[in-house]
């Protein structure tokens, strides 16, 4: 039977179910189940658990334990997740595989504790310092919540990067039924890591590179990478798509109401679909790209001031118009709120160089 | 059948805890299920809502904005919350400490949730009255159902308390009648 669960213990039976080696956290609302559930469930496997003294020392053991061929990660909460950015350019700059979690909350600053998705940016752009990304995820459901980190895993081992599992407050804390299936790990060997086995070539793991030649040499490696990841790994789902006139694109909690949306304009002969990003980076650029080219626009929905409508404008690059609706503070949005924007945005002419940004 | 409920009332009135049993009792019957907590700073003494929604279908927006059922614990939050609830909709209120609503243009059923668990034998039993009533109401999810996911998902420290909150659980099944 199905078992009922907050996304956020979702996120612990996914990560032991992935073969989570180590986790390093600090309490966080609204994540503070991840570090609770793994306090008891990583030392049950004989796992290593431990609570930081800081976030900023948190990230720093993932950087080590990834180091080590571990299996490593730790989650926060924006503010938290602040605190970790140099600690992820490094890892990143190292080509470590590690996951994070952020269960988003509203901001910025300290900001309050209910949902937000405030920290797109953050996440898809880098975040921390010089030239990297990553690879990130947001599950719109529980189920998503477990059977993602499995993903994640596999994709920091694949491409040596680490990835962040994007949620919002709302996902975390509401539960909802889920299959703890047993999940397909691929792990690969690790020769690069500093495990302590003897290796014909010494591991080193650094991220300072003082010749420039070599520092130019990574940076041209890193993005190969991610050219390589975008190609494969890019995800979405689509809803009441084909004959739409408008698509809602929103991810997370903003993707369950815009569902909501869709059944209910349907009802009303509104030709409205969904568009759901899976991958926030690498990001579904070229299906939107054909979508604006048959014709549809888009209305962007996020709990955010309009971070993701950027990706989406640069996907319809001036080929349809692209429109916003935000609520922020930690309000979600109404599915009749975003209906009647919709119903706006579809009664007005489709203009590419107009858009109505609306908060 | 897809039914969007907001289960309220103030902290230590178990309002939080009636809406997971009987998440609980809809996922025994395969269904879909949501249960969100309108999560804040506030906890004891101050006010606690959440959302359940029970469908057949797969559940879109996961917060009740206008739901077909209020279960209103005290006369603040049946205030609070009375104005949401769709026309025609089910309010469920705690008679002990709420007034009959105003609204014409809803089902309203008193249950005396804080004489049934008096009588059950422990006043922390009110919100388990409320469940009795929610099953009985709405048809939603089946009283077998209930008893199952209180025998089996009752919290830890209150499981030699789950005959008395059977006995309000009926009582309040019951008084909906």
């Known amino acids: 039977m199905k078992k009922l669960m907050k996304g956020n213990s979702a996120l612990c039976y996914g990560a032991i179910a992935a073969g989570c080696d180590a986790f390093f956290g600090y309490p966080i609302t609204p994540q503070n189940e991840v570090p609770e559930y793994m306090s008891w469930m990583m030392p049950e496997k004989g796992r290593v658990f431990v609570q ?18 571990m299996r490593a990660m730790t989650s926060s909460s924006s503010p938290g997740v602040s605190l970790k950015q140099e600690g992820l350019s490094y890892i990143a700059a190292a080509e470590l595989p590690a996951v994070v979690c952020n269960v988003q909350r509203a901001g910025p600053g300290l900001g309050g504790i209910l949902a937000g998705q405030g920290d797109y940016f953050q996440a898809v752009k880098g975040g921390g310092h010089g030239d990297y990304k990553l690879i990130t995820l947001a599950p719109w459901s529980v189920q998503e919540c477990y059977d993602f980190m499995a993903l994640a895993f596999d994709l920091a081992d694949k491409y040596r990067n680490p990835v962040c599992m994007l949620l919002d407050g709302v996902v975390g804390q509401m539960q909802e039924a889920i299959d703890l299936h047993p999940v397909e790990v691929n792990r690969p060997a690790k020769p690069w890591a500093a495990d302590g086995a003897p290796k014909d070539e010494k ?157 | 059948m897809y039914a969007e409920a907001i289960f309220a009332g103030m902290g230590g009135q178990g309002s939080l805890l009636a809406a997971q049993i009987l998440a609980h009792a809809g996922v025994y019957e395969n269904r879909n299920v ?78 005396p949730a804080n004489t049934i668990a008096m009588e059950a034998g422990n006043m922390r039993s009110q919100n388990m009255a409320m469940v009795g009533a929610y099953t009985r109401v709405t048809g939603i999810v089946d009283a077998s159902s209930v008893k199952w996911a209180m025998e089996n998902h009752f919290p830890e420290k209150a499981k030699k308390a789950i005959p008395v909150n059977m006995e309000a659980l009926r009582k309040g099944y019951d008084a909906a009648g």
């Open chain 2, 34 to 111: 949501v249960w969100y907590p309108a999560y804040g700073p506030e906890t004891r003494g101050g006010t606690a809502a959440c959302t359940l929604i029970i469908s057949d279908e797969q559940i879109g927006a996961p917060i009740a904005s206008h739901p077909e059922i209020l279960v209103a614990f005290n006369q603040r939050m049946l205030d609070a919350y009375i104005d949401k609830v769709k026309p025609g909709g089910i309010v469920i209120y705690n008679s002990d400490l709420a007034a009959a609503p105003q609204r014409k243009d809803v089902k309203a059923y008193a249950v």
């Open chain 1, 52 to 69: 930081a003294e800081s976030e900023v020392a948190a990230i720093n053991m993932v950087y080590g334990a990834a180091a080590s061929g």
């Open chain 1, 203 to 359: 591991a080193v793991v650094n991220s300072l590179w003082v010749d420039p030649d070599i520092l130019e040499d990574l940076n041209r490696r890193i993005q190969a990478k991610y050219r390589a990841c975008a190609e494969k790994e890019t995800r979405y789902t689509e809803y009441c798509i084909e004959d739409c006139e408008l698509a809602l694109v929103a991810y997370g909690t903003s993707a369950r109401v815009a569902k909501t949306v869709v059944d209910n304009a349907r009802k009303q002969g509104l030709r409205i679909g969904m568009f759901r990003p899976v991958t926030l980076f690498p990001f579904p650029y070229a299906r939107l790209a054909e979508l604006a080219e048959a014709g549809k626009r888009f209305l962007v929905v996020e709990m955010s001031c309009g971070q993701m409508a950027e990706d989406v404008m640069l996907a319809a690059c001036g080929r349809t118009s692209v429109d916003f609706y935000g609520r922020t503070g930690g309000f979600v949005m109404t599915p009749d709120e975003v209906l009647d924007k919709a119903k706006q945005v579809m009664a007005s002419p489709a203009d590419p160089c107009q858009r109505s940004w609306e908060l």
